[in-house]
């Protein structure tokens, strides 16, 4: 397994070739004239942590706008977290953020934490670009003998969960209510949770040295912490059908981690997966989206050459089906975007 130490020596290495690549990619001059746009326009997209695949994500985004549109000053910052992101959009720092996971968890995690406002028209905003799937991992080490999320209750297992302190655990609180417990009632049987983010090296180092023996976070494919694990761990499948309809109505579709997306994974697991978005607030002018979602198209090579993960969803198909997905969840997108994805024809 890789010690933390390489992984974020690896994290730096892969921050710097994206400076040295927006800086050296060929083939970026703007494609649009400047009498055709909005002019001087000031933006800031907000991250996530520095060194993540969010944060180089929004840095590319930032790049491609730039690129694309020179008289425009645009900046991407990392947060640092999810409370902190949340407490910039509240406070109106950032025009665009990426959406860390689905709205409807968003709200049920935070708006309890804001009592004083109305959480929900506070932190507003519309869909206006797919950037990357997100797939739930639901980890356990080989020694619980688990094979399900369902075992956990029919054997009363005294896990000792590694979450987040934000949406993983009300996630998890989500997951077992569906299985007729909670994470109260299954402290009563030996039960303990733990604050560490799963998907990161702190996480793996959690269930290597079995400080945890399970855990639920979200991640692309691969989560790069784990490329490196051959200890006895498996990622418990979420295919019980009711539960599955449960996060699908939320925004979650059916999803699949392949075998040997991991050393230690030797099977297929079903699991559920949601889109990562760009966002906006909604009072943002049509005009400036209209265009903002143009550059994301117009750079697309860039971007992909940053994050892989942009190769499958700045696709005719991941926006038709990010579009009928909000219409089932509500999140909508911007005016601005739908104009672009019309005159492309990819949506009605």
């Keep these: 397994m890789m010690s933390a130490r390489r992984i974020a020596l690896l994290m730096a290495c892969m921050v710097l070739a994206l400076a040295v690549l927006l800086a050296a990619c060929p083939g970026s001059a703007p494609t649009t004239s400047l009498a055709d746009r909005p002019q001087n326009v000031e933006l800031t997209i907000l991250g996530f942590i520095t060194g993540t695949t969010f944060q180089m994500r929004a840095d590319a985004i930032a790049e491609a706008i730039r690129l694309e549109y020179p008289d425009w000053t645009v900046n991407s910052i990392a947060p640092g977290g999810e409370s902190q992101l949340v407490s910039k959009r509240l406070a109106g720092e950032g025009e665009l953020f990426l959406t860390p996971y689905v709205r409807q968890l968003e709200i049920e995690t935070q708006a309890s934490l804001h009592p004083e406002i109305d959480y929900d028209k506070a932190t507003a905003y519309n869909l206006v670009a797919p950037t990357a799937p997100q797939y739930i991992h639901f980890l356990a080490l080989g020694k619980t003998g688990l094979t399900s999320i369902r075992d956990i209750v029919d054997q009363r297992y005294p896990f000792t969960v590694g979450v987040g302190p934000g949406g993983s655990r009300t996630q998890l609180e989500d997951i077992l209510e569906y299985y007729g417990t909670s994470l109260a009632d299954a402290e009563k049987w030996g039960a303990k949770q733990e604050f560490v983010v799963v998907t990161s090296p702190d996480g793996v180092e959690a269930l290597q040295s079995g400080r945890i023996d399970t855990g639920i976070s979200w991640s692309g494919l691969p989560c790069p912490p784990y490329m490196g694990v051959t200890f006895d761990l498996t990622i418990l499948p979420i295919d019980d059908p009711g539960l599955v309809e449960t996060l699908k109505a939320i925004g979650y579709y059916e999803a699949t981690i392949p075998a040997g997306t991991y050393p230690f994974l030797t099977e297929d697991v079903p699991t559920v ?33 940053a994050q892989a993960d942009f190769i499958d969803q700045l696709t005719p198909e991941a926006v038709a089906a990010s579009v009928a997905i909000s219409q089932v969840t509500g999140i909508e997108f911007h005016p601005g975007a739908l104009k672009y994805y019309r005159e492309l024809g990819w949506i009605d």
């Design 273 to 305: 997966a949601s889109r990562s978005h760009l966002a906006v607030r909604p009072e943002i002018s049509e005009d400036i989206v209209y265009y903002v979602v143009k550059a994301v198209f117009n750079q697309k090579d860039l971007l992909i050459a």
